[in-house]
């Protein structure tokens, strides 16, 4: 896990697994390096999934790990073979409490991101929304008060005939119309991952891949390389920024984050990756064979809370999420102030500058334009051998 300082993400130790050294922390599964000598140490309470880990207090207080704070945080995951999983975020408090068994022995998630997961438990004994291997990217599985959720495009524009949310990709749709995701008030978009989204990462079997997840002021950025095609299609210029230190040609590797290789990742690194190219690494519903993609889920500014809560019944969740924007926007907030208590958390994030440039299919494309046939999405069906065959891919570059 890395805090963002303002200009450089800083590797956080007491929640980091892996062998840490001077200036970078690495990990070999091969080698039995890395998370395999010291996840003993991260074992945490299982439960949907029987075998968990994670950083948590272990009785030590404040000296326990802290979490990721504002201004923006970034947790890298590198895995030799990442063909069924979850790769999972909680609030600090949660799994400080859960790892104790505290309050009451019961599942009390306040927050959770979820930027790849299986999903054989989402409806245990059905079909499953993909093949076994297609990993989901949601965060909308606990809603919270405090963090708004953007669920549909429709929804975050406020059912309107225009475009106005988020507000970096309005220049991309002001010069694209009709591009997919611009049209929200004809198109059926889910932006907050779940089953009916189609953010999913195909995961081939024993195929390393890198992921890298950051929460900032825009919303959650979701990252993939497969290392061991990557720089197969880059330009020189692109490969120096990214050169490994240990394998001058990349050897298998490389990422598009400066600093972050297969198997090691500095204690410093940019504060952004090389900017993804692949086309079919710019929409979701990436495949397999992808060297590279990014999927995002937009977070929601004051003025977007406050349009999404628009349409919605007064509750606890859209209630405060407009309670929130009226607070911010008003600057009535604090603790003497008249909507004290009431929180929009992303508005306490810094803009990192993920967006270069991307269209806005990175939040999601239609389903109707997901042309794969599902046979690995029922149990009888499941094996190590899945792999989507696309009738087409629909891309528009």
């Known amino acids: 896990a890395y805090q963002f300082d303002g200009s ?3 590797l956080m130790d007491e929640s980091s697994a892996g062998d840490l050294r001077p200036d970078f922390i690495e990990g070999n599964y091969w080698e039995g390096r890395g998370f395999q000598t010291s996840k003993a140490g991260f074992r945490w309470r299982g439960g949907d999934w029987t075998t968990k880990y994670a950083p ?11 979490g990721v704070t504002p201004p923006a945080g970034l947790w890298v995951l590198s895995a030799e073979n990442f063909y069924y999983g979850a790769f999972y975020m909680l609030s600090q408090l949660g799994l400080n409490l859960e790892g104790q068994n505290l309050p009451t022995g019961t599942n009390c998630w306040t927050w959770e991101l979820d930027p790849v997961e299986g999903t054989a438990g989402w409806q245990p004994g059905d079909p499953l929304p993909g093949n076994v291997n ?11 008060g405090c963090m708004p959720i953007s669920y549909s495009s429709r929804q975050s524009n406020g ?8 507000e970096d990709f309005k220049e991309y749709c002001t010069t694209n119309p009709t591009a997919e995701g611009c049209q929200p008030w004809k198109e059926y978009i889910q932006w907050g991952g779940g089953a009916e989204s189609t953010h999913r990462f195909e995961n081939l079997w024993d195929e390393p891949y890198v992921f890298a997840v950051v929460v900032d ?11 061991l095609a990557y720089g197969q299609n880059r330009s020189s210029e692109d490969l120096k920024r990214t050169r490994s230190t240990t394998s001058p040609d990349g050897g298998g590797l490389l990422t598009g984050w400066p600093g972050v290789e297969r198997f090691r990742a500095q204690r410093r690194i940019p504060a952004r990756p090389t900017p993804v190219k692949d086309p079919r690494g710019l929409r979701t519903d990436v495949p397999g064979d992808v060297a590279e993609a990014v999927m995002l889920q937009p977070g929601l500014s004051a003025e977007a809370s406050c349009l999404r809560a628009s349409i919605e019944q007064v509750n606890w969740q859209f209630g405060s999420d407009a309670l929130a924007a009226m607070a911010s926007q008003l600057r009535k907030g604090g603790s003497v102030d008249q909507f004290d208590g009431a929180q929009n958390w992303w508005l306490a994030f810094a803009d990192t500058k993920q967006n270069a440039g991307y269209p806005i299919s990175i939040a999601g494309v239609q389903n109707t334009t997901m042309s794969e046939a599902l046979t690995c999405n029922d149990a009888t069906d499941f094996s190590c051998s899945c792999q989507s065959q696309r009738k087409e891919e629909l891309v528009i570059v």
């Open 217 to 227: 002021a825009k919303g959650y950025w979701s990252y993939r390389w497969r290392p």
């Open 134 to 144: 297609m990993l989901y990217n949601t965060g909308n599985a606990q809603a919270s």
């Open 56 to 66: 948590w207090a272990r009785e030590q207080g404040s000296e326990g790990p802290r």
């Open 159 to 166: 059912m309107r005939q225009q475009f106005e949310f988020p």
């Open 8 to 10: 450089e993400f800083v």
